[in-house]
């Protein structure tokens, strides 16, 4: 069952709380008790597929879906159409004791796609099992990469309406278009004059006004969402990092039971709490490193316990971690205080207040445990992608190179020779402007539109172009709306024919 973090609703089912997305007067739901993996089913685990982990470690957590749905979850999500590499999510040697987890081999080319791909047939049939007399309306707020991602999964799912807002300016090229050329019956873009932060909130704000969602109920539609506030994106996040430990266990890369790094490149905090999880389950873990870029809102906290958001918001060459307000720090903080939700009541309230909030001395140590962090800037990011491009012929995307760097640091100052994944969250293809000017220089990008530059660094890299952003010049754009985040409702409304 999956309960509040602020302890304001019932316990519910998993389709519950998939189909509802959060709790609806805020709080976030996460499961009461976290089932837990030994070694011995982990090293049996070992010569499964992809697809056999992620059975296994969704059945542990979805109790009201029977095994054979989740398989036909599973297979219709994680199979080669989707997907190009037949491990979905590869593992790639850097050096004796760096890997990097290749999440980025689905169709919209970021590893938003290994929760959205699964995450529409969750929700359909969390709609069976719960009954709905209503269409349900997924509102997305995106920093670039969420948006696609959902659209693709949730294009032409019957019973479902999909709405994305992503920052207008706020997104690269590519990601607008990838987002804006959107075919389906049922998926609407709109881009918001604003950054992340104000599409996130405004969203959120959305979800939490009931007389607002009154009017959709009596009109036929329930809100819900596609954002990692929803348990249901969340989830799908654990199956790869039991995956990549399973691989390198098949490799022979580590013994069985020993622990390894994860570094995770960081916005929303979602894919790191996964990695928590994942650890919390019994993955033999030694720490999380979080990695942030200039807006390092987390490392900040992580260092001295202080949540501060009031600072000015920047806009970097890693975009889809240029966020403020990291939604699901909530669920880890409701973890680390053994479900203490009137500690969490009283800090979110203080952050939507005063944008601050200060944790006490037991909760940061409890943190210091597990997890490490820091921040890279965005010529340390440019810098890291030339120097693992020219000594390793290996090219990164901005945000994986965050991580590179905050683990080299890591390395230099603890010189702990444990075993290291780096979650690699994006193509370089997505981000090629950037790429190519760290590689190539300033001048190589200079006037040049974002598919001669794809060109160029397909040569410079060795690689084809990601599946998913071939040909995007020559799609239409589909979507042209514009608004205010004053008003998104309204654009809501209308897009709804209310
Ligand atoms: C979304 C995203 C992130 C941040 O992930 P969170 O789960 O929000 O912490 C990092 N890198 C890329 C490329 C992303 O799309």
Same mark, same amino acid.
């Given at each position: 069952?999956?309960?509040?973090?602020?302890?304001?609703?019932?316990?519910?089912?998993?389709?519950?709380?998939?189909?509802?997305?959060?709790?609806? %007067?805020?709080?976030?739901?996460?499961? =009461?008790?976290?089932?837990?993996?030994?070694?011995?089913?982990? /090293?049996?685990?070992?010569?499964?597929?992809?697809?056999?982990i992620?059975?296994?470690?969704?059945?542990?957590?979805?109790d009201?879906? %029977?095994?054979?749905?989740?398989?036909?979850?599973?297979?219709? +999500?994680?199979?080669?159409?989707?997907?190009?590499?037949? #491990?979905?999510?590869?593992?790639?040697? @850097?050096?004796?004791?760096?890997?990097?987890?290749?999440?980025?081999?689905?169709?919209?080319?970021?590893?938003?796609?290994? +929760?959205?791909?699964?995450?529409?047939? #969750?929700?359909?049939?969390?709609?069976?099992?719960?009954?709905? !007399?209503?269409?349900?309306?997924?509102?997305? +707020?995106?920093?670039?990469?969420?948006?696609?991602?959902?659209?693709?999964?949730?294009?032409?799912?019957?019973?479902?309406?999909?709405?994305? #807002?992503?920052?207008?300016?706020?997104? %690269?090229?590519?990601?607008? @278009?990838?987002?804006?050329?959107?075919?389906?019956?049922?998926?609407?873009?709109?881009? &918001?004059?604003?950054?992340?932060?104000?599409?996130?909130?405004? &969203?959120?704000?959305?979800?939490? *006004?009931?007389?607002?969602?009154?009017?959709?109920?009596?009109?036929?539609?329930?809100?819900?969402?596609?954002?990692?506030? *929803?348990?249901?994106r969340?989830?799908?996040?654990?199956?790869?990092?039991?995956s990549?430990y399973? *691989?390198?266990?098949?490799?022979?890369? /580590?013994?069985?039971?020993?622990?390894?790094?994860?570094?995770?490149?960081?916005?929303?905090?979602?894919?790191?709490?996964?990695?928590?999880?994942a650890?919390?389950?019994?993955?033999?873990?030694?720490?999380?490193?979080?990695?942030?870029?200039?807006?390092?809102?987390?490392? !900040?906290?992580?260092?001295?316990?202080?949540y501060?958001?009031?600072?000015?918001?920047?806009?970097?060459?890693?975009?889809?971690?240029?966020?403020?307000?990291?939604?699901?720090?909530?669920?880890?903080?409701?973890?680390?205080?053994?479900?203490?939700?009137?500690?969490?009541?009283?800090?979110?309230?203080?952050?939507?207040?005063?944008?601050?909030?200060?944790?006490?001395?037991?909760?940061?140590?409890?943190?210091?445990?597990?997890?490490?962090?820091?921040?890279?800037?965005?010529?340390?990011?440019?810098?890291? /992608?030339?120097?693992?491009?020219q000594?390793?012929?290996?090219? @990164?995307?901005?945000?994986?190179?965050?991580?590179?760097?905050?683990?080299?640091?890591?390395?230099?100052?603890?010189?702990?020779?444990?075993?290291?994944?780096?979650?690699?969250?994006?193509?370089?293809?997505?981000?090629? %402007?950037?790429?190519? =000017?760290?590689?190539?220089?300033?001048?190589?990008? !200079?006037?040049?539109?974002?598919?001669?530059?794809?060109? =160029?660094?397909?040569? &410079?890299?060795?690689?084809?172009?990601?599946?998913?952003?071939?040909?995007?010049?020559?799609?239409?754009?589909?979507?042209?709306? #514009?608004?205010?985040?004053?008003?998104?409702?309204?654009?809501i409304m209308?897009?709804?024919?209310?």
């Open positions: 069952m999956y309960i509040s973090t602020r302890g304001n609703h019932e316990r519910v089912t998993a389709s519950r709380a998939i189909k509802m997305g959060m709790v609806p %007067s805020g709080g976030l739901f996460v499961p =009461e008790s976290i089932p837990t993996i030994t070694l011995e089913e982990l /090293i049996n685990l070992q010569n499964s597929s992809y697809q056999e992620a059975e296994k470690i969704l059945s542990l957590y979805l009201d879906y %029977s095994i054979d749905e989740i398989k036909d979850c599973v297979n219709s +999500a994680y199979n080669e159409k989707n997907f190009d590499h037949p #491990f979905m999510a590869p593992i790639y040697k @850097l050096n004796e004791h760096t890997y990097v987890l290749e999440l980025w081999h689905g169709p919209t080319a970021a590893f938003k796609d290994m +929760a959205l791909q699964i995450m529409p047939y #969750f929700l359909s049939l969390a709609i069976k099992k719960v009954g709905a !007399d209503k269409e349900i309306v997924i509102l997305v +707020a995106t920093s670039g990469d969420t948006g696609k991602a959902a659209l693709e999964g949730f294009k032409n799912i019957p019973g479902i309406q999909i709405i994305v #807002f992503f920052p207008y300016q706020g997104v %690269s090229k590519v990601q607008e @278009l990838q987002m804006t050329t959107t075919d389906g019956k049922n998926t609407y873009v709109v881009a &918001v004059k604003g950054n992340f932060d104000d599409c996130q909130s405004a &969203v959120k704000e959305i979800f939490a *006004n009931e007389e607002f969602n009154d009017i959709l109920n009596d009109k036929g539609y329930e809100l819900s969402s596609a954002n990692s506030i *929803n348990w249901g969340l989830l799908p996040q654990v199956i790869y990092y039991f990549a399973l *691989n390198l266990l098949k490799e022979r890369e /580590i013994q069985p039971g020993e622990k390894v790094n994860f570094v995770v490149p960081t916005g929303n905090f979602g894919n790191i709490l996964a990695g928590w999880y650890y919390k389950m019994g993955l033999p873990v030694n720490k999380l490193i979080c990695a942030s870029n200039e807006n390092k809102v987390l490392t !900040d906290f992580f260092q001295t316990g202080i501060d958001r009031n600072r000015e918001f920047k806009q970097t060459n890693s975009p889809s971690m240029d966020i403020l307000v990291s939604s699901n720090l909530e669920r880890f903080l409701f973890e680390q205080t053994n479900h203490n939700a009137d500690k969490i009541k009283q800090w979110m309230n203080d952050l939507n207040t005063k944008g601050k909030f200060i944790i006490d001395k037991e909760t940061k140590s409890s943190i210091d445990q597990i997890l490490v962090s820091g921040f890279a800037t965005q010529e340390e990011t440019l810098e890291t /992608i030339k120097k693992v491009y000594s390793k012929n290996y090219t @990164l995307d901005t945000h994986t190179a965050v991580a590179v760097k905050v683990y080299y640091e890591y390395l230099r100052e603890t010189k702990d020779k444990t075993k290291t994944v780096i979650d690699a969250t994006a193509s370089p293809f997505k981000f090629n %402007s950037s790429v190519l =000017e760290a590689i190539k220089g300033a001048e190589a990008v !200079d006037n040049k539109d974002e598919f001669a530059i794809l060109e =160029e660094l397909s040569e &410079v890299s060795g690689l084809p172009i990601h599946h998913g952003l071939k040909d995007l010049d020559k799609k239409p754009v589909i979507h042209k709306i #514009f608004c205010t985040k004053e008003g998104i409702k309204k654009e209308k897009i709804l024919g209310i």
